[in-house]
Each structure stands twice: as C-alpha cells, then as structure tokens.
C-alpha cells in the first residue's frame, strides 16, 4: 500500500467533480456572461435552499438511514409558509382570517410544525425499527396528501414585501439567501465537530450496536437528527417560496433524490459514520454547475434532467464501489 | 453447523481456544437457545448496511458500468449542446 | 531431489493492522506425520490457507515435489494431490454423502451430447471411499442425517478418497469421540504407511505427542522451530508456544479482596432456555473468572446484568443499593463497564478514530460551557491511555480498524476506563491477541484490581482462568453450578462443574 499519490484513485473517488470542473471550464469559454458575478450570485442563490435541504438528510445518511419524504417536505413547508405570508390585500388569500405577521415569527411555526413530522419519522425510525427506506417513503406520500388537502391544491402566490425580500434581497453584495447557508452551515459544522450530540451521530452510523454498548441512547439522538432535518426542509421550504414567489404541491418534488446525491457526492456515504459539511457543499455545487452549465448552453431541460439522474447513479455506484473495495 | 460462531481472529482462524487441555471446553452444549436480544447483533458490525443486501457484484463489473453511465453522461451533455446549437 | 515433498519458504502476509504471517515456513518428508502447534492466532491456518491458494501471500514461495508452484484454489490443489480437512466444516446437509464427497469433482459421462453427473459411478466411489476409512454409512443417505462428529469423519474420508499425497488436518479431533479419534489415528498410520505427508494441526498435546514424527511450533506469525517428538515434552512446547516460560505466564497479582460491593440474587432472563437463577456475589478488588462451556450462557448472564438482554427476575444489589438496569445507560451510570465478547460487532467503532473510540463514552467530562466539547482535554486523555497502556498507534486520528486486536481491545479498555468504573466486565478479554499483547492486558487487569476494582473475567481458555482468578464462578446449561477458589482450581474441579447437567 504505497502512500505515494495514486491517480488513478484520485480520479476513481472524485471522478464526478473533475467531470463537472472540465464541463464549467467549457461553458466559460464557449458561452458569454459565465464566469460573471451575476452568474455567480445566481448559483448561490440556487445553491443556498439546496445546501440546506442536503444539511438536514446529511444526519439520516450518516447513520445509516435516509429520507425520502424531503422533497415534500419542502413543498409542504413552502405552501405553509406561503399560508402564513400572503399579503393582506391579495384577493385569493388562502387563509383569510390570517393576521398580518413578520416572517421570522411563521419560520418558527413551519419549523415546529415540520420539526413534528421529523420527531414522527424519528420515532418509527428508532423506537418501532422500521426500516428508514420505508418510513420515510410512507411519510413522504402523507406529506404529500396534507399539502394537498390543506391547499385544496390551489397553487399560492401574493406575498408579502417583507417574504419576498428575503429571497430577493441582499446585505450589500451578500445575497441574504447566502447568509441563511452560512449560518447553516456554520451550525452543522460546530454541531457534527464539536458537539456530544454529533460524535454520538458518528458512533451510531460507525456501529450502533457498539454505540449502544457504549452508552449512546441511540433512540434520542436518532429522534434528534430527524427532527433537525424536519426543521431544515422548513426553513429549506420557506426560502424556496419565497424565491419563487408561489408555492404549490408540487414544490420540491424530487428534491430528496438531489439531496441525497449531493451528499453521496460530497463523501457521506451510505454506509454511515462518515461525511463532513464541506462535503455536502461540494456536493450540492456540482449539481447546480451541472444545472447552470447546460442552461448556458443552451440544452433543452430534458438533457438536463437525464445528465442529472446519471450523475446520481454514478454517484451512488462510486460509493458502492469504495464498499466494496474495503471489504 | 453446531454451537456459537464466537468472534475471529484477524487471520480468520476461529475456533478453538488456549494452549493447554481445552479439549473439553469446546465440546458444543447440546442446544443452543436463540437469544432474545434488545438490539440485533451480526457479525459484521461495521459492514452492515444496504449494500448488503445486493447480490454479490464484482468489482470489476461495477467498474465497468460506472464507465459505461460516464460515457453515457458525456454523450447526453454532448447531443443536448448540439441540437442547442442547431448541428445535429 | 530434495528429502522433502512440500516446502514452504519464509511466507509473510499482511492483513490491514497485522502482519499475520512473518517469515513462516513448513517442510513436510513423505511418510510422515508433521504437527503444526501454535496458540489461537499463530497463524497455523493462514499458512495453510496461503498454501492452497485461499490467500495470496506477499512473499515467499511453496515448493511442491521439487518444483516452485503457485496453487491456485482448493480444487487446483485437490488435482495436485494436496487435500485439506477444514476447522470449519462446509457441508452441505440437503444433499447425499456421496454427492458432499465428490462436489466440485462430480465423476461424468456423455448422454449424448451432454455431459452429466454420472449417479451410479458417484455412489459407488463413494461406498469403497467410505469402507477404506472405515466408516458405514449409506452414501446415498442425506449428510444432514449425521451427527457432526460424523460429518467430520465424512470430511476426513473426503479428503482421503483424492488419492493425495499431502493431507492436512485442522483440528480433526475437535468433534470426535474417543473412540472415533482411534479410528482416526488408525486411519492416519495407514496413510502414513503409503507414503502421504500428513499435516496435524491441533493443540492437543496428548493426541500430537502420540501420533506425530515431528512437530513444526508457530508463535505470532512465526517459525520458532522445528523438533522431533520423541523428543518433546509438554512444557517445552507450552514454553515455546507462549514464548516465556511457564512461571511468568501471568503476572504476580498484589490485589487483596475485600468486602462484597456487588451482589447478584436469583437473576433470570426473559429467554427460559437462557441464564436463570444466577446469583453471586462480587469483592473490592477481586477477580472473579467466570468459566463454562459453549453454550453456558455466560456471556447472555453479564449480559443481561449489564442491560443488554432482557430479565425477568432478579435482584442487583451495589454497595447496599438496588440497581434497576434496563439499558447500558443505567449500568454505565452505576459504574460499571462492559468489555464484550466480540469487539468488532459490539466493541469498536471501525470508521472512527482512536480518539473518538477513547472518548465515546465520558463525552460529558470534556465539556465547555456545557456544549462545545474540549478537543485539547480529550487529546490528552487519548495521549495519557496510549502511553499507559502501551496502545501501539501512529496518531489519535487513526482509525481503530486498522490497529492489532490487542490494540484495538486496549483503546476499548482505555473507554472505559475513563469512567472510572468500578466493576469490570470483560468478556474473553484476550481472544485473538498476540501473545505479547495479552501479557499486557493481564498486566492491566492485574492493576486494576489492586486499585480496588472488581472485575468480572469471562474466559474459555483453562489456563486464564486458573492464572488470573481470585475466585471461578462455573456455569452449566444457564445455571450456576459452583464457586472455586482460585488457589485450589484447577481443570479437573472446573470441569466437573461445568459438565454439571441437571
């Protein structure tokens, strides 16, 4: 086992990345405006709900579980923010009796309320052992089902100044979406590095029977991480509505797919115990360069959508194959 | 195959223990009840994870797969831009 | 041409964190029978397994009848004549005698275009295979029908009906009978007779010292040498096995028991056929072992104490105080620590490192403000174990899968250490570790009792037992069948109690 630098290994564990450097090189030099600061406030802007979305699953991939009930997650908090935030004087109000409030204040609503389906999820998850796979595809299709009761699938919009700031506006040259990410960020970075609740994470996924034995109360932490990721898709959701300015039942459809691959992408892999934050953010970068590179080309969204879902199964098979190398 | 499979070696030699007059200490107890366990216990421990349950795949054919999904990627992200740019 | 039909020069592998075989080698006269002796972890089986092309060895070379030969697999062997009784049987029980004596080389003929197992000629070799060991059994009857100490001789038969010229036994005897092992020694002196070079791996000494020419003696991975039997003693191999002489096997203990803190009343396990109505008690300072057969439910018992099965009885009692324990939690918060039996499944956290491994279980006295955990304090404490307990890592951020067993168990003890119990379970704390390594630990274990712990040792191995312990608990069948003192154990009393079936 020579510790010299091996190429062909470099390329076999960061292979997606350089296929996404070269293809950001090629548009940059065949297409105008790529490598501008438009351009890239555009990506960060894109980037930022994403990162927080792939955040909040990074917990569940860690140790060993998944979930898929991300996407509607984020859709269902997007509509419920969008409940909570439309503009006084908009004629199709949702809920007319709504009182005005200020933004934060329905944040922290969606975010409790998204908090309990997490809490949900963590529970079946940890307490009745069933499979996250399962779990969380059953809680997808029920948060799924909400969203349309509850919008009478009527597809939201009129907000109010304040929300749609939050998306559009910027500290400076600093768009406030970008801040949101950092802040994110920065807390997942001091909670997996340098928190109890992040090292019991990692045992868990290591080896959670050894976990146990070494006095982990794996139910809490699991219940936790489920929870966390609830409040992410919220305040994933909330930022996604107000960007787009509308909300709908079919917000953040697929989202988890995306997630899910980012973090595969970013080195967390299925297998549990590992993954680091700057990871996620690589991860989640290469599907917006991919996203944003082809739209400069000019491709039809189809291509994109066909040279994404290929991205992800690389992805996974890359993180197959360095299970079963280790074996 | 009889008795507890107890914990190996890194050489994968299992088995029987000590040096001395253990002839008797490995004869198997006659049943050997199915534990009620809190949590489920395998052997592998730090392996286990979906990938376990796939077939066994080689290495080799995953490589040759992977390959196969990148060439695929490339051509895709190929003809998009062509048919953008109106050549195909 | 050479006086030795099978040699096997300096052959080293390496498996991540240990180099299981350094510099081994083996020379095997035609005729013979060459006892290959080593403790649990000499790597007795990777030398065979390296010789029969089951692992690739990174250096040194077999030569096979005069010629350097690189074997590719068992069947590849089998076809030059070497066969091996595996340790471990693989039978496969649905199928016929006969079809488990010849699978992978089933006898073949042509129906018409095809070419098919041909049943009757399989039968038929089969039934001459079976009688020329003296077996009687019908090789058209399902294996699964056997008892396996049958199944064993029915391995043994197999191997013998490739006509080979090297046979290699692992641990033949482990299933057998007395009287089955005579029909075995017989069988083996009419191989020696025509000529087959007859590898005996084993650690029985009686049965080696009777039936072996020579003896070959393996310690960590390497050839210590090679000795005629005739002129062999017990204690000379024991000697060269372990590597130190007998007197120094285990180290002088200065713990002095003292009075009971831990009591254990009538404890049952939710599982009837699991531990019942144990009960025990424990001193400050005492090493209690605690021995038994396979199967005696042991380890499920401290188990259970420790929160990890389920009771449905029973009374633990500390220093005056009940315990209600339901979950490692509330054991660990008592102060007691578990050192489980499989370390890989249950023990470590492979993917993390040794200062993760080291902490995982005192995380909350390294905290900064209650929250921030002291990387700089927990550093320490890893630096402080390394150094104490001799763990042999190159830095705190290794990952713990890649270090030696022993390493790996030592960080383990380091984890719990660092809650300062006061009673220790430690279950077979020396399996699979190098005989250096477990001189430590007993080192360790000795140290601790001194300071006043109470450990609780779970041991298979005899002369651990009677070496470490103040006092043996034995157990039979999920009972507690006696107490011995440490003084006065020895096999015989141990057994007697452990074969105590009601």
Not at chain 1, 58 to 83: F, N, P
Not at chain 2, 6 to 19: C, P, Y
Not at chain 3, 187 to 194: A, D, Q, T, Y
Not at chain 3, 418 to 441: H, L, S
């Amino acid at each position: 086992m020579g510790k010299s630098f091996n190429l062909k290994k470099f390329i076999s564990n960061n292979a997606i990345i350089i296929l996404i450097v070269l293809l950001g090189i090629l548009t940059g030099f065949t297409t105008k405006n790529f490598f501008t600061l438009n351009n890239f406030k555009n990506l960060v802007v894109n980037v930022s709900p994403r990162f927080i979305i792939a955040c909040g699953v990074s917990g569940c991939l860690i140790t060993k579980g998944t979930d898929l009930s991300a996407g509607r997650a984020v859709g269902l908090a997007a509509c419920l923010s969008a409940m909570l935030l439309q503009s006084l004087d908009y004629s199709a109000r949702m809920l007319p009796w709504m009182p005005d409030i200020p933004w934060p204040v329905a944040l922290i609503i969606v975010m409790v309320i998204m908090g309990c389906f997490g809490a949900v999820n963590g529970v079946v998850i940890s307490m009745l052992k069933v499979p996250p796979f399962i779990a969380t595809l059953g809680m997808q299709t029920i948060i799924y089902g909400l969203c349309s009761l509850i919008t009478n699938n009527q597809p939201m919009g009129g907000y109010k100044k304040s929300y749609l700031t939050v998306a559009s506006g910027s500290l400076g040259p600093i768009p406030y979406l970008m801040i949101f990410a950092v802040v994110i960020g920065v807390y997942f970075w001091f909670l997996y590095n340098k928190t109890r609740h992040g090292k019991y994470m990692y045992a868990i996924g290591g080896n959670e029977n050894a976990a146990q034995v070494a006095g982990v109360n794996v139910t809490a932490s699991l219940i936790r991480i489920y929870i966390l990721a609830g409040c992410m898709y919220a305040l994933a959701g909330f930022l996604v509505g107000a960007k787009a300015g509308g909300a709908s039942t079919a917000t953040g459809n697929g989202y988890e797919l995306e997630a899910i691959a980012a973090c595969t992408i970013g080195g967390v892999s299925a297998n549990g115990g590992v993954g680091r934050v700057g990871g996620i953010l690589i991860g989640v970068l290469v599907f917006e360069i991919l996203k944003i590179c082809l739209q400069f080309l000019g491709v039809d969204p189809a291509y994109t959508y066909i040279a994404q879902g290929l991205v992800i199964v690389i992805a996974v098979a890359l993180d197959l194959r360095k299970y079963l190398q280790k074996k | 195959m009889e008795g507890e499979r107890k914990g190996t070696t890194e050489q994968g030699a299992a088995g029987l223990d000590g040096a001395i007059g253990q002839d008797t200490m490995e004869r198997q107890a006659a049943a050997d009840p199915e534990e009620d366990i809190s949590g489920k216990k395998e052997e592998t421990g730090m392996f286990e994870s979906i990938y376990d349950r796939l077939p066994d795949i080689s290495i080799k054919s995953l490589d040759r797969f992977i390959v196969l999904c990148v060439v695929v990627l490339v051509m895709v992200i190929l003809v998009g831009v062509l048919k953008a740019r109106h050549l195909l | 041409m050479s006086e030795y039909r099978l040699e096997m020069h300096n052959v080293v592998k390496t498996f991540p964190g240990v180099k299981a075989l350094n510099g081994a080698q083996l020379n095997l006269r035609p005729g013979t029978v060459h006892a290959l002796m080593g403790e649990n972890g000499a790597g007795k089986s990777t030398l065979m397994k390296c010789m029969f092309g089951i692992y690739h060895m990174d250096e040194g070379e077999v030569i096979y009848e005069g010629e350097k030969v690189q074997i590719k697999g068992p069947l590849d062997a089998l076809n030059r004549g070497i066969a091996m009784v595996h340790q471990e049987l693989q039978p496969i029980p649905e199928r016929s005698i006969g079809e488990n004596i010849y699978v992978g080389r089933y006898p073949m003929k042509k129906l018409g275009p095809l070419s098919v197992v041909d049943h009757s000629k399989m039968y038929e070799d089969a039934a001459r295979v079976l009688e020329e060991v003296h077996l009687n059994f019908d090789p058209r009857a399902k294996l699964g029908s056997l008892s396996v100490s049958q199944m064993q001789l029915v391995e043994i038969a197999k191997a013998v009906s490739a006509d080979c010229k090297v046979l290699i036994l692992d641990e033949p005897t482990s299933s057998l009978t007395a009287a089955e092992v005579e029909a075995l020694f017989t069988i083996i002196n009419e191989l020696r007779g025509k000529g087959v070079s007859i590898v005996y791996i084993s650690h029985k000494m009686d049965e080696i010292l009777r039936i072996s020419d020579e003896v070959t003696i393996m310690r960590d991975g390497q050839y210590i040498g090679t000795w005629s039997s005739k002129d062999l003693t017990t204690d000379f191999i024991i000697t060269k096995m372990v590597g130190r002489e007998l007197s120094e096997l285990y180290p002088a203990r200065e713990n002095v028991p003292g009075e009971i803190v831990f009591e254990v009343e009538d404890f049952t396990s939710i599982n009837p056929k699991s531990f019942r109505n144990a009960s025990f008690q424990l001193r400050k300072g005492e090493i209690l072992g605690v021995a038994g057969l396979v199967g005696a439910q042991r380890t499920e018992l401290m188990e259970g104490l420790f929160g990890l099965r389920s009771h449905t009885a029973g009374r633990i009692t500390y220093k005056g105080k009940e315990l209600k324990i339901t979950q490692p939690k509330d054991a660990i918060n008592n102060g007691i620590a578990m050192l489980t039996e499989d370390r890989r499944a249950t023990g470590i956290l492979g993917v993390l490192s040794i200062a993760d491994n080291v902490s995982i279980a005192s995380l909350n006295q390294y905290l900064i403000g209650g929250v921030m955990l002291n990387d700089a304090r927990i550093e320490s404490l890893v630096q402080e174990n390394v150094a104490k307990l001799s763990i042999k890592t190159p830095s705190s951020k290794t990952q713990i899968q890649s270090l030696s067993g022993g390493n790996q168990q030592k960080v383990l003890i380091s984890r719990w250490l660092a809650n300062n119990p006061d009673i220790f379970i430690m279950d077979e704390p020396t399996r699979g570790i190098d005989v250096g390594a477990k001189y430590e630990i007993y080192c360790i274990i000795a140290e601790m009792a001194k300071q006043g712990k109470s450990i609780i040792m779970i041991s298979s191995e005899m002369s651990e037992l009677i070496g470490m312990s103040d006092r043996i608990m034995v157990m039979c069948d999920g009972r507690v069948t006696g107490f011995i003192d440490g003084a006065e154990a020895n096999q015989e009393n141990i057994m007697a109690l452990a074969t105590q079936f009601e």
